[in-house]
């Protein structure tokens, strides 16, 4: 998989700007080129990681933006989301798909684990470490795949700039 449609920069996204898809490989003895198949849009999609997040039969694709707001909003709330892949990859306009999390701004990494859950049991489903403007929070999906989120360690939000030529963040 790949995001692409980026848009000019960080400070100037459009809601247009952000997609993921994924590309067919056409084998090693053909001459053809790989082609493009898309997965969904998302504005400033910029991280991918895969994972079992609320399935354990196949794989899913966590799609993560780097800024959440269009036009130099650039500390608005981010939209992450999951796509989980169609019986027919090839024929689907896109993948369906769900948020995970609409509350982290400017997310500049992501770790995905198993981990045990807050009340100690084992997961067999995939979490989410997110370093974000907000510090470091876990996100993950409860015993009833709805999705929980917990700050694990503050981050440093006096420090953000809200100007293209002095950001810090």
């Excluded at 692409?4 to 400070?11: A, L, N, Q, R, S």
């Excluded at 470490?129 to 006096?158: C, H, I, N, R």
């Amino acid at each position: 998989a790949v995001t692409y449609k980026y848009g000019g920069c960080i400070f100037n996204c459009a809601a247009k700007d952000g997609a993921a898809a994924w590309l067919k490989n056409p084998g090693p003895a053909s001459d053809e080129t790989w082609k493009l198949y898309p997965i969904g849009d998302l504005m400033a999609s910029h991280r991918l990681a895969l994972g079992h997040f609320t399935k354990s039969d196949g794989l899913q694709l966590l799609v993560v933006p780097v800024v959440g707001g269009t036009e130099g909003h650039i500390h608005d709330p981010i939209k992450t989301k999951l796509f989980t892949r169609p019986d027919n990859p090839i024929e689907a306009k896109s993948w369906p798909s769900e948020v995970v999390n609409d509350r982290l701004r400017v997310i500049h990494d992501v770790t995905i684990r198993k981990f045990p859950h807050p009340d100690g049991t084992r997961s067999r489903l995939d979490s989410i470490l997110f370093a974000s403007e907000e510090g470091v929070t876990w996100v993950y999906p409860d015993k009833d795949k709805k999705w929980q989120s917990m700050l694990l360690g503050a981050g440093a939000l006096d420090q953000a700039q809200f100007s293209p030529a002095h950001f810090q963040g």
